[in-house]
């Protein structure tokens, strides 16, 4: 296995600041905005951006952190107990646009079930996609509205983020594993 560094903590850094300046533009009227991350790194994600927005526009935007597990279709079959975390969505999303933020879009299956847990939740007037990393291979009709950084993988590959918050370093890494 060999991995490259693809985007360092000042790189990570610069790529937030442009994303939250694209949420700004995108959305004229950040006072209808809610920030949802999905766990971890897109809980991590989220507040970053939110923090970068009310910097920008002197307003905090409610942020929110969505639990997927019991949403996810490859929790059949498997032996495991799958670890439960909180979902923490303490405000109303009915009417709001939603941006939802994930670190690496892939297949598009972590969305289709954070898009089923969202309206579960409420009814927002529109949910927009936001990740840090699209690296192809989708298998479900699903595109990111914002993206930091497109990255296209082969099967051997992975991409891995790395954040501050729950891994001691920011940065973005392409990881290489062995033939498949």
């Known amino acids: 296995m060999t991995q490259t560094k693809l985007v360092d903590a000042d790189g990570l850094k610069r790529t937030v600041n442009r994303l939250a300046h694209e949420v700004v533009e995108k959305n ?8 949802v991350g999905i766990r971890t790194r897109g809980e991590h ?3 970053r951006i939110a923090q970068k927005i009310r910097e920008i526009e002197e307003i905090d935007i409610p942020v929110g952190i969505l639990d997927i597990t019991l949403y996810r279709d490859d929790l059949r079959g498997r032996l495991d107990q799958p670890e439960l975390k909180s979902t923490e969505i303490l405000f109303d999303i009915s009417g709001k646009t ?6 690496v879009l892939f297949t598009g299956r972590t969305i289709r079930s954070a898009l089923n847990a969202l309206m579960d939740i409420g009814r927002p007037a529109r949910i ?20 930091g950084k497109n990255v296209p993988t082969s099967s051997r590959q ?11 370093e920011d940065g973005i890494y392409l990881v290489e594993h062995g033939n498949a």
């Open 128 to 147: 927009e996609l936001l990740v840090l990393v699209d690296r192809g291979h989708r298998e479900l009709p699903i595109k990111a509205d914002i993206v």
């Open 158 to 168: 992975e991409v891995r983020v790395l954040m501050s918050e729950s891994d001691g």
């Open 28 to 35: 004229r009227d950040v006072r209808s905005l809610a920030i």
């Open 98 to 103: 939603v941006v939802l933020v994930d670190d």
């Open 45 to 47: 994600l989220a507040h």
